[in-house]
């Protein structure tokens, strides 16, 4: 089956992956009058009194925003909010699908920041959590943290920190396969955009202590003055022996190489000049770094990519749908690290040691156990750092 054909004509069969269904039957005058005029002035009325009864009174409490501008949109790139919108509703069916939680596309037609910001804030009251997708870096960066300043609900952009959950569930167990551990391996990230930084952070607050990042002009390191401010900050918390090169002088050595880059870029030398035991994760889609068979028989003793047509597929759907069902089970704020951390080791422990392999360090993201027990996971993390409201 060609994948894109068949999938261009579902899209024109479904016209749309979403629709709206109501939880409230109107058939007879007396349901007319409950669920709208007159009998809906009284939710109104409690809520305007205490709005937190939003919650309890609407479908807020399930209800996320998956917000794009359109600018980075899977690998096409600034493609337009219209255009971006099958990759939202894909993900509003996904949240629907894996999780419970109902979701909304909302597609902005506009690159401004400022006027992102304030269109959702304003609307952020309609919702219980908001996922940020496909909008470029650096401006992600900014959007996502003046919305966490502004809103009271979870803002969460998954490109940057569902990408960085998985990739550190799969390491975690890779490196239980070929006996490494975090805070020794030599870890090199390839791509310093959205997703590569937060893989990047994500992994030293789980305790790595070597992380190295490259993009297409080489090496991060701190000092170098043609660094952006965003990848100043970041080399100033890697590279820790101020490496300089190209990647291929990263990965000379390096225990783990994580690619959120471009196609092709690792070559199969690169591959062999890496330590015994490498782990290679290469996860440009849907062409990837290198491909695996090729890493493989470089000498990778690991293998995962985003693809689904190969093992260890690291896969986003493992995150977003439980860590968003964790937080609007318990009402989060917000979704802060220590819910990520928790993400990551509840998705990792989900293959027992018995079941670990080199072509099985994450599990299938159809698994039905993953949405509980990440959510749950989740929960329990907010709870104890004081984000949840319940």
Same mark, same amino acid.
């Given at each position: 089956?060609?994948?894109?054909?068949?999938?261009?004509?579902?899209?024109?069969?479904?016209?749309?992956?979403?629709?709206?269904?109501?939880?409230?039957?109107?058939?007879?005058?007396?349901?007319?009058?409950?669920?709208?005029?007159?009998?809906?002035?009284?939710?109104?009325?409690?809520?305007?009194?205490?709005?937190?009864?939003?919650?309890?009174?609407?479908?807020?409490?399930?209800?996320?925003?998956?917000?794009?501008?359109?600018?980075?949109?899977?690998?096409?790139?600034?493609?337009?909010?219209?255009?971006?919108?099958?990759?939202?509703?894909?993900?509003?069916?996904?949240?629907?699908?894996?999780?419970?939680?109902?979701?909304?596309?909302?597609?902005?037609?506009?690159?401004?920041?400022? !006027? #992102? %910001?304030?269109?959702? $804030?304003?609307? +952020? *009251? /309609?919702?219980? &959590?908001?996922? =940020?997708?496909?909008?470029? @870096?650096?401006?992600?960066?900014?959007?996502?943290?003046?919305?966490?300043?502004?809103?009271?609900?979870?803002?969460?952009?998954?490109?940057?920190?569902?990408?960085?959950?998985?990739?550190?569930?799969?390491?975690?167990?890779?490196?239980?396969?070929?006996?490494?551990?975090?805070?020794?391996? !030599? #870890? %090199?990230?390839?791509? $310093?955009?959205? +997703? *590569? /930084?937060?893989? &990047?952070?994500? =992994?030293?607050?789980?305790? @790595?202590?070597?992380?190295?990042?490259?993009?297409?002009?080489?090496?991060?390191?701190?000092?170098?003055?043609?660094?952006?401010?965003?990848?100043?900050?970041?080399?100033?918390?890697?590279?820790?022996?101020?490496?300089?090169?190209?990647?291929?002088?990263?990965?000379?050595?390096?225990?783990?190489? #994580?690619?959120?880059?471009?196609?092709?870029?690792?070559?199969?030398?690169?591959?062999?000049?890496?330590?015994?035991?490498?782990?290679?994760?290469?996860?440009?889609?849907?062409?990837?770094?290198?491909?695996?068979?090729?890493?493989?028989?470089?000498?990778?003793?690991?293998?995962?990519?985003?693809?689904?047509?190969?093992?260890?597929?690291?896969?986003?759907?493992?995150?977003?749908?439980?860590?968003?069902?964790?937080?609007?089970?318990?009402?989060?704020?917000?979704?802060?690290?220590?819910?990520?951390?928790?993400?990551?080791?509840?998705?990792?422990?989900?293959?027992?040691?018995?079941?670990?392999?080199?072509?099985?360090?994450?599990?299938?993201?159809?698994?039905?156990?993953?949405?509980?027990?990440?959510?749950?996971?989740?929960?329990?993390?907010?709870?104890?750092?004081?984000?949840?409201?319940?």
């Amino acid at each position: 089956m060609d994948i894109r054909e068949e999938s261009l004509k579902r899209h024109y069969a479904w016209k749309g992956k979403i629709e709206v269904i109501s939880r409230a039957r109107i058939d007879t005058r007396e349901e007319l009058s409950l669920a709208y005029t007159p009998g809906v002035a009284e939710p109104c009325l409690a809520i305007r009194r205490d709005p937190e009864l939003s919650f309890a009174l609407t479908r807020r409490a399930n209800l996320v925003a998956v917000v794009t501008d359109g600018t980075a949109v899977l690998g096409l790139g600034d493609i337009g909010p219209e255009a971006g919108m099958p990759v939202m509703e894909g993900k509003c069916a996904l949240f629907k699908e894996f999780a419970g939680v109902d979701a909304f596309p909302l597609c902005i037609r506009s690159q401004d920041t400022d !006027e #992102i %910001v304030r269109t959702v $804030a304003l609307l +952020a *009251g /309609s919702f219980g &959590g908001i996922n =940020l997708e496909d909008i470029a @870096a650096p401006r992600c960066f900014e959007i996502e943290r003046r919305l966490q300043e502004l809103c009271d609900i979870p803002v969460f952009h998954d490109d940057q920190h569902g990408t960085a959950v998985v990739v550190a569930a799969a390491l975690l167990n890779a490196l239980r396969v070929v006996g490494k551990t975090l805070a020794n391996a !030599e #870890i %090199v990230v390839n791509g $310093a955009g959205a +997703a *590569g /930084s937060a893989i &990047g952070r994500h =992994l030293l607050r789980l305790g @790595a202590r070597h992380v190295t990042m490259a993009d297409r002009f080489g090496i991060l390191c701190e000092g170098d003055p043609s660094l952006s401010p965003a990848h100043a900050e970041l080399a100033a918390v890697t590279n820790r022996s101020r490496r300089t090169g190209t990647l291929a002088d990263a990965l000379r050595g390096a225990d783990v190489f #994580i690619g959120v880059s471009a196609p092709g870029v690792v070559s199969a030398e690169m591959v062999a000049s890496m330590a015994p035991g490498a782990v290679v994760f290469p996860m440009a889609n849907p062409t990837p770094e290198i491909l695996p068979d090729e890493a493989l028989r470089a000498g990778a003793a690991v293998v995962g990519t985003g693809r689904s047509d190969y093992p260890n597929q690291i896969n986003n759907v493992l995150a977003f749908p439980g860590i968003f069902r964790g937080a609007l089970d318990c009402r989060a704020r917000r979704i802060n690290e220590e819910m990520k951390i928790a993400a990551s080791r509840a998705l990792a422990d989900m293959l027992p040691p018995a079941r670990l392999r080199r072509d099985n360090v994450i599990v299938s993201a159809l698994d039905k156990r993953v949405v509980p027990a990440v959510a749950a996971a989740v929960a329990e993390a907010a709870r104890r750092t004081g984000a949840a409201r319940l």
